[in-house]
């Protein structure tokens, strides 16, 4: 089976932490392809104010031109409503051939996030989930893995990856105090976050 490694966000904006963790779980997995989807309308942000989904897209592009394993999707920007993670899991079993099994890669925070997922049982038989761990998370992945009883222990899996103590919140909110944001993200989007005056008040 071919393994297809899905990275959905917000990317708000996209950081070296997002990339890391993709590499990482390409690398261990041997991934053919990290597709990064940008979520055109987050459920669990709605009511919250957040960047376009046009510069979330072109940014996310900019951070991973330089790896020809990482593919950049606007499918959910394309999809109107919602931007529910199983939808777009069907729509790219579609598109691509039987003998590929897809692999969502979320952080252990969102994780434990999951029983509140849109279908998510259904999604689980669909679609394996890796959850990138520090080793204080460990005990919170295995709880949601017993939350769901075999299937969470046959579709959850976690796997250690490098600790970068760097988030998009943090990032913003540097950027409205005028603090320094250099090698937290890709030179290329801090230059197009001011190009396009983001964040920046």
């Not at 904006?13 to 979520?39: C, N, S, W």
């Not at 996310?60 to 031109?65: D, Q, R, S, V």
């Not at 729509?91 to 509140?116: C, H, M, R, S, W």
Request: aromatic letters at 10%; hydrophobic letters at 35%.
């Amino acid at each position: 089976m071919k393994k297809i490694g899905i990275m959905g966000g917000t990317f708000d904006p996209i950081h070296y932490g997002h990339l890391m963790t993709a590499e990482a779980v390409r690398d261990e997995y041997k991934m053919e392809q990290v597709i990064f989807i940008p979520a055109a309308n987050p459920p669990h942000k709605a009511g919250l104010t957040i960047t376009p989904a046009i510069h979330r897209f072109n940014m996310t592009l900019l951070a991973t031109c330089s790896n020809p394993y990482f593919k950049v999707s606007d499918i959910e920007m394309r999809r109107k409503g919602p931007s529910y993670t199983i939808d777009t899991v069907y729509e790219l079993i579609k598109a691509y051939e039987n003998d590929t099994e897809f692999y969502f890669i979320t952080g252990a925070d969102a994780v434990q996030e999951l029983p509140t997922w849109d279908r998510i049982e259904e999604l689980l038989n669909i679609c394996q989930f890796i959850a990138a761990t520090r080793q204080g998370c460990i005990p919170d992945v295995d709880a949601i893995k017993k939350h769901f009883g075999t299937l969470g222990e046959k579709r959850i899996h976690r796997l250690a990856t490098p600790e970068l103590e760097i988030s998009s919140t943090d990032i913003r909110n540097r950027l409205k105090k005028g603090y320094s944001i250099k090698y937290i993200l890709p030179e290329a989007v801090e230059q197009y976050i001011r190009k396009e005056h983001l964040y920046l008040t």
